[in-house]
């Protein structure tokens, strides 16, 4: 007998929304888009009119209202940054589980917020880091853990693109804390973890460059980021809203490497290639793989694969850049 499928809402109807997370819940056969919740209630009812939600009420402007629906099994939070604690403990609080948009806050006290709701409560909380299921990069993760290509050294990434001008809402302090890193830096960030931990311990050092002199704003424009691991592994993060090039992930070791470009946008697609040749990878969804995780580990009472915890050291890492 088939599963009931889990009731999601989603929070927020920017692209992440319509673009990632609506599509994927068409998609997957273990869940489905129920309701809406948008400012302008307007925009929520064409939002749910063109992904089909199945509530009876599918869209609101209220959050209390849309969390009061005792059908709704989770939400998926997809607002701006500094929204993100707020809306995540009072989802909680529900009784409904979160499926959390990066970065889990933007300061102490919203990390300190959730984690002391979640010990509370009986819900999963799981972060969005979608890059962890391009199904490429999944390859590697095994490759790196079989040691394919030795003891790992180094990680290198680089995710960029040119921004117009600086009106785009994470440039400004009202919702936002972070421009670039908010925006793509915190992928990064996860990967590197994603690929080094537990093997090569925490994350041991940290240094940070920012610079914001084009538009000289309050926010990174460009940010590096350098790690060392307790290991003695080393990473380094490069984000920007300055230029276009091609996103890259690059893994290097005692006896090989790994090197991904274009593998970072929303369509699971791209190129990966070894120092032995070429590595084939199928096409597919990040999107349906981090709602089928989630949409799994609520129904077997596990952890999300990010969970709440590394949320929070990412979220702590990010904290930790000098502005």
């Known amino acids: 007998m088939q599963a009931k499928k889990l009731n999601f809402a989603i929070i927020g109807t920017g692209s992440i929304a319509s673009n990632g997370h609506a599509p994927a819940l068409i998609e997957t056969e273990k869940a489905q888009l129920w309701s809406v919740l948008s400012r302008n209630q307007e925009r929520a009812q064409e939002f749910a009119r063109k992904f089909k939600a199945q509530s009876a009420t599918p869209a609101y402007s209220s959050l209390v209202e849309l969390l009061a629906d005792r059908d709704l099994d989770a939400v998926i939070i997809a607002t701006p940054d500094k929204l993100h604690a707020e809306t995540a403990v009072a989802a909680m609080r529900a009784g409904k589980h979160v499926l959390l948009e990066k970065p889990l806050a933007t300061d102490r006290e919203g990390v300190d917020l959730i984690l002391e709701s979640y010990a509370q409560s009986k819900v999963k909380l799981g972060l969005c880091y979608r890059l ?72 041991t050092n940290l ?49 090989g490497w790994v090197v991904c470009e274009d593998t970072f946008h929303r369509d699971g697609k791209g190129k990966i290639w070894t120092n032995r040749g070429g590595l084939s990878f199928p096409v597919t969804n990040p999107f349906l793989g981090l709602i089928d995780n989630f949409v799994d580990a609520v129904r077997t009472d596990n952890s999300p694969e990010v969970d709440v915890f590394e949320g929070a050291a990412n979220a702590k890492l990010l904290l930790r850049v000098a502005a």
């Not at 394919?148 to 921004?163: M, P, T």
Request: glycine content about 8%; hydrophobic content about 45%; some cysteine.
């Open 207 to 255: 240094e940070s460059v920012i610079a914001n002199q084009v538009w000289q704003g309050p926010h990174d424009e460009t940010a590096l980021l350098t790690f060392k691991f307790a290991s003695g592994a080393t990473a380094e993060v490069c984000s920007s809203v300055l230029f276009d090039a091609p996103s890259r992930l690059e893994i290097y070791g005692s006896s």
């Open 132 to 203: 962890r299921w391009h199904a490429g990069h999944r390859l590697v993760k095994e490759a790196v853990q079989r040691g394919d290509f030795g003891e790992i050294r180094h990680v290198r990434s680089l995710w960029a693109w040119r921004q117009a001008d600086a009106t785009n809402w994470r440039a400004s302090t009202e919702v936002g804390k972070w421009w670039s890193l908010a925006a793509v830096g915190t992928h990064l960030i996860d990967l590197a973890r994603w690929m080094l931990l537990p093997e090569h311990g925490e994350i």
